[in-house]
């Protein structure tokens, strides 16, 4: 696998899709000032290498009535890999759960949405707390969201795509 740096259409193809991926070919073709045939290879090959991985809907978590954004904290009695297993496991049975990492310190950090108060009590006692191997859990409850972005900062100098030789659409380029 070679590293070949990401160029200035395929970064301005997806700094437009990280803003609205509904975009159609044409109309992202326009934005970029490219022709919508060679747009489209690009795109395909940006799927294709894993660049970009799915293009999902934003949903308003207010509006669906989810008030209640949280952090916890969770720590393990073993960092064995058989007890984080068990752990990670045991959450991605959790739609609650949106986002869930494996830290330093404390041993993980969930992000949670939740429809209220009551909820979030009932999710940490009755299914994060009951989870063999946790030993402590500490919530911090977000009071208001100061920014959220989900686009990446992608930069020129510093973005790279691996791949493997010969894969590269060169028609496209």
């Known amino acids: 696998m070679t590293a070949m740096p990401l160029d200035a259409t395929n970064i301005r193809i997806l700094n437009q899709l990280q803003q609205d991926a509904s975009l159609t070919n044409v109309d992202l073709a326009a934005r970029i000032h490219l022709s919508p045939s060679p747009c ?3 795109v395909k090959f940006l799927e294709k290498t894993g660049v970009i991985e799915r293009r999902v809907a934003l949903l308003n978590p207010q509006v669906l009535g989810l008030g209640i954004n949280a952090f916890v ?3 393990l009695s073993r960092h064995s890999t058989d007890v984080l297993e068990r752990f990670s496991s045991a959450i991605n049975d959790m739609d609650e759960v949106m986002e869930l990492y494996l830290m330093s310190d404390f041993d993980y950090v969930l992000r949670v949405m ?3 108060i009551d909820e979030l ?3 940490v006692t009755a299914h994060l707390s009951r989870i063999e191997g946790v030993t402590q859990v500490k919530t911090d409850i977000v009071l208001r969201k ?3 972005k989900t686009a990446l900062p992608i930069q020129r100098s510093r973005a790279t795509l691996s791949m493997v030789p010969d ?3 060169r028609a496209a380029y």
């Open 121 to 123: 009590e009932q999710f």
């Open 146 to 148: 100061q920014r959220h």
């Open 114 to 116: 939740m429809h209220d």
């Open 167 to 169: 894969a590269y659409p």
């Open 73 to 75: 904290r969770v720590r």
């Open 40 to 42: 489209l290879s690009r």
